[in-house]
């Protein structure tokens, strides 16, 4: 298994430019399955998920080829419906597929993706929902098997909480459905409001993407695209947040700051003053350690959730005590045990985490146990006294493209290896 080496202490200085979002490019790779015409796909990040989701639409029958940035998305013509567990379980985005296969091959057989490591995950909404547009579903040994054998139809629904995928997925669906369907209390992130401007552009038709409630007129067929997924915030963020830990002056470029407001406003309560630009946020050297904060984690426009555990690693070298609770999801403190061992000192009470800082953090062996507390510990290596050899790297290539390459250019020392099954 692969693991980094991060030789701490190396102060970051330069700039480091943001891969588009896997958030926006699992949806929209998707949205494929709604069309017989090829589809290109622009900025699709290198990373674990979206190979992932090529396979997954391969068993579906669909050809994916990248060539200079640009993926390639081929329908096949047969009418495979089954994405099996062996791909759902890594990776539960899988189930994004369920809404297109059944508004276009009108049956789809999606394995169910059961737990995972930031909590029980359910999946309920998107089934319920699919049920209002006429979809017919059970459970069939660990799968979902839907089917709408006349096809779906417009209704209007309202998600009892907001769910991304889920909104994306009754999106996809409701675009082949006939009649009008009204989405509400649907979620508010961009990676929802760039699936919504790529079906447009396969001649959805769709009104309110970004807001609470969407209208969708349901069209009989979709037509193929080229569309350029959006930067990913979160891994700007992440960048941002590695700049006020470990930086002399870096500007994470290729990014759109204004889906980072509420990361930017947190940093400014902690004294943080970013250069914002139009595609940039320059982080500038820091003279005074940053100011404890106070943050909940919310649906877009708040606090994302995928930046919380990032978060935590700058609140351990704060002046005085942060408070950051975890509202989306209900088991995402797995990192706190790993930054404990590495001097960091924090309390869990219910879903918020108390740090007290400034602590300084001693190089360790850590154990990565999901995608954005493997970040929070690359994060902590950085800024750690000696070597941090972090475990388990797999959970972060699922999400950061070559994270070790971009930290180095800015001046960091990270190697990644393998000492093999017998070390
Ligand atoms: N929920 C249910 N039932 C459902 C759907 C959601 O109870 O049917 C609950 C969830 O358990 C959670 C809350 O509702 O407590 C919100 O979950 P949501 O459905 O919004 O999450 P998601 O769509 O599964 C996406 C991102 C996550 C990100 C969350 C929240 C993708 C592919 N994944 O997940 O990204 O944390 O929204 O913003 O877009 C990541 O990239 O590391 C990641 C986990």
Do not use: W
């Not at 089934?127 to 017919?136: F, N, P, V, W």
Request: proline share 5%; with cysteine.
């Amino acid at each position: 298994m692969e693991k980094f080496r991060i030789r701490g202490g190396r102060p970051l200085a330069g700039e480091v430019r943001v891969s588009g979002a896997k958030n926006a490019a699992l949806p929209c790779l998707a949205a494929t399955l709604l069309t017989s015409e090829p589809v290109e796909l622009h900025a699709l990040p290198r990373v674990r998920d979206i190979v992932t989701m090529e396979r997954v639409l391969a068993a579906l029958g669909e050809s994916c080829e990248r060539a200079n940035g640009t993926t390639r998305v081929v329908a096949g013509r047969g009418e495979a419906h089954h994405a099996p567990y062996e791909l759902v379980r890594t990776m539960r985005a899988s189930v994004l597929v369920l809404g297109p296969l059944l508004a276009r091959r009108r049956r789809a057989r999606v394995a169910l993706p059961g737990g995972c490591a930031i909590g029980a995950r359910p999946v309920d909404f998107h089934l319920e929902a699919l049920a209002r547009l006429g979809a017919e579903l059970r459970v069939e040994s660990g799968d979902v098997v839907a089917e709408a054998p006349r096809g779906l139809r417009g209704a209007e629904i309202e998600f009892p909480r907001i769910t991304v995928t889920g909104t994306e997925n009754l999106l996809m669906a409701a675009a082949l459905a006939r009649g009008r369907t009204v989405l509400r209390n649907c979620a508010l992130e961009p990676e929802v409001a760039d699936l919504a401007e790529m079906l447009a552009g396969m001649g959805a038709r769709i009104a309110g993407a970004g807001s609470p409630t969407i209208e969708v007129e349901g069209v009989e067929a979709l037509d193929g695209t080229a569309h350029t997924v959006i930067p990913d915030r979160i891994e700007a963020g992440t960048y941002v947040i590695a700049a006020v830990l470990a930086g002399a002056g870096v500007t994470v470029t290729g990014c759109r700051p204004a889906h980072l407001r509420a990361l930017l406003d947190v940093l400014g309560e902690a004294g943080v003053a970013c250069d914002v630009a139009a595609d940039a946020i320059t982080v500038p050297a820091r003279t005074a350690p940053p100011r404890a904060v106070a943050v909940a984690t919310a649906e877009y426009p708040g606090f994302a959730t995928d930046l919380q555990a990032q978060l935590l690693a700058l609140a351990t070298r704060s002046e005085g005590t942060s408070e950051i609770t975890e509202a989306i999801f209900e088991n995402r403190f797995q990192h706190v045990l790993e930054l404990k061992r590495m001097g960091a000192s924090i309390e869990v009470l219910g879903r918020t985490a108390r740090v007290h800082g400034p602590t300084p953090l001693d190089g360790t062996t850590v154990m990565a146990s999901d995608l954005r507390a493997s970040a929070t510990l690359v994060l902590a290596g950085l800024v750690a006294r000696g070597e941090t050899v972090v475990d388990r790297i797999y959970h972060l290539d699922r999400g950061y493209e070559a994270m070790e390459v971009k930290l180095n250019a800015l001046g960091a020392e990270i190697e990644r290896f393998n000492p093999g099954p017998y070390r």
